[in-house]
């Protein structure tokens, strides 16, 4: 297994792939046929849940899908990994979000991240986003972990895992092309003019990332690749001379 540096998280929510229950459920999910056949058959799109969450307030009930529009909240000690469409994720612990709708009723347009953290893997698609309190993401088809640090005044952490993605915090403006784990700060105050800083790749593993992605049929760039890279929070598969985060290039 990759390894993985925690940040304010314990290794437990880390490594929540490889309980026996979340295996059981990703096999079962898998061997029914996935989303378009629970669709069909009118079954939940929840893959796993642990402990306890609320559906727009509401205790979530068994075979109770999540929609597009559903404002969801996890418990302490608590996951949720659900699909949507050609999408996956995986809500951590004391987690406040929305799912808004898109062009149709399981299509995501916007993850509204207010509190907390999600693991999510993103099939190719256009007009979807991303956003905290102090940043927003277009997304084109990505891994991604996001999460809000409230120790830290605010402030937020996007990891682009793979993939291209639009950053915005503030006036600064980045497209994030990454092979292999991009890490950004979306700051509540400006650190030496930028509220878009550079990140270390922190919370989250390869292992996390690629059972989402094996949900809705998908692989990493890492597992196309048959290599993985640096995990430093740059995003390049090999460290060359010269390769510099795209945060560091911000001209103010």
Known sequence: M???????????????????????????????????????????NIVELSGEALLNGRRRLPQQ?????????????SKLVFVLGNSAFHVRQ?????????????VVSVLRLLQGAVVSVWGKGVQRQITTPTL???IRGTGAYTEIFDNQGGNSYFCNCYGTVDL???SDRVVSTSSYHQAFWGEVQAKSGRMLTP?????????????????VNQHTAWQIAGKKGMKDGKGYMQDLPGQSHPAEMLVH
Not at 8 to 21: A, C
Not at 68 to 77: A, L, R, S
Request: hydrophobic letters at 35%; charged letters at 15%; aromatic letters at 6%.
């Open 2 to 44: 990759t390894q993985h540096t925690l940040h304010g998280r314990s290794d437990d929510e880390i490594l929540w792939f490889q309980r026996r229950s979340f295996l059981q459920a990703a096999a079962s999910w898998s061997a029914l046929g996935g989303i378009s056949t629970a669709a069909a058959q009118g079954r939940s």
């Open 65 to 77: 899908t999540v929609q597009t529009g559903d404002v969801i909240i996890t418990g302490p000690q």
């Open 94 to 106: 004391n987690s406040q979000l929305t799912v808004e709708r898109g062009a149709t009723l399981n």
């Open 136 to 138: 927003t993401a277009g």
């Open 168 to 170: 915005s915090a503030g």
């Open 199 to 215: 990140g270390k790749a922190i919370n989250h593993s390869d292992e996390e990332v690629e059972y989402l992605a094996r949900l």
